[in-house]
Every structure is written in C-alpha cells, then in structure tokens.
C-alpha cells in the first residue's frame, strides 16, 4: 500500500548511523539526505562518493522513487562498489513507507 511517512521516520533509524535528513542536516559517513527524492544522485557538495556512485552519476543516475527503492533493496546489487555498507531492505512496504518519509523533505 501507498508509503506511511510516520512509519517511514521509524524505518529511518536503520539509516540514521551513516544519514541525517533535514532542514540542517550535515553529511555524516554518508551524505545527508535532505532533498534526495527526484534529484540526480551524487550531488551532496563536500560529500566524497565512491567510483562506482560518481560513475552511475555521470551517466545521469537520479534518484526517483523507483530507482531509490532498487538501490535500497540491494545496495550493493544495484550499485556495485558502492561504498555504502547497508545490507538493504527487503520488504517492499518499509521501501515505501521510508520513501514517504524522505519525500517529507524537499
Ligand atoms: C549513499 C540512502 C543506510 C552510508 C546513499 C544515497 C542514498 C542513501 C539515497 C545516495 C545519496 C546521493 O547520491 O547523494 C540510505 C538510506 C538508508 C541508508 C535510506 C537506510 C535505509 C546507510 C547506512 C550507511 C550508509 C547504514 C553506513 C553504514 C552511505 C554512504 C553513501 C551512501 C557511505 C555513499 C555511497 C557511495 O559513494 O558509493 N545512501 N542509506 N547508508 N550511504 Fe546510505
């Protein structure tokens, strides 16, 4: 069903040792993600992104709903030499509810 970004805030704790999402928020071991939903990836300024992230960047990776939920089920599948140490999330309803949630920050 349609994504729950209350639920989607809860889901977020899986991300929030590496990203913070916000009005301030600063790039930790990842790059913060406020704005992430619609916009081409690799685009945080000062964030240093992996080979493989820059890469798919250039050849005009944005990261639309689908393409963040294909990355977020399989990080490393879907981008391999991601640095991104993230295992990913499986269930298509936490996906949602967790893209419902970043979309809360445009
Ligand atoms: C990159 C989301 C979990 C570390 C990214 C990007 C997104 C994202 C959208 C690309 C951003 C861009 O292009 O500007 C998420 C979400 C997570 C999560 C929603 C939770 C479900 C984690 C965790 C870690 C992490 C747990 C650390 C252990 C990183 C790093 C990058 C990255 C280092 C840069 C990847 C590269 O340059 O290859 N993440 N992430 N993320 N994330 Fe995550």
Known sequence: SAGDPAA???VFRKCQA???VGA???SKTGPALTGVIGRPAGKVEGFSYSPALTKEAEAGLVWTPDKIGEFLTNPKGFLPGTKMSFAGLRKDQE???LIAYL???P
């Open 24 to 26: 301030d928020a600063k």
């Open 103 to 105: 979309a809360t920050f």
């Open 95 to 97: 996906r949602a509810d």
């Open 8 to 10: 989607g805030e809860k």
């Open 18 to 20: 590496c990203h913070a």
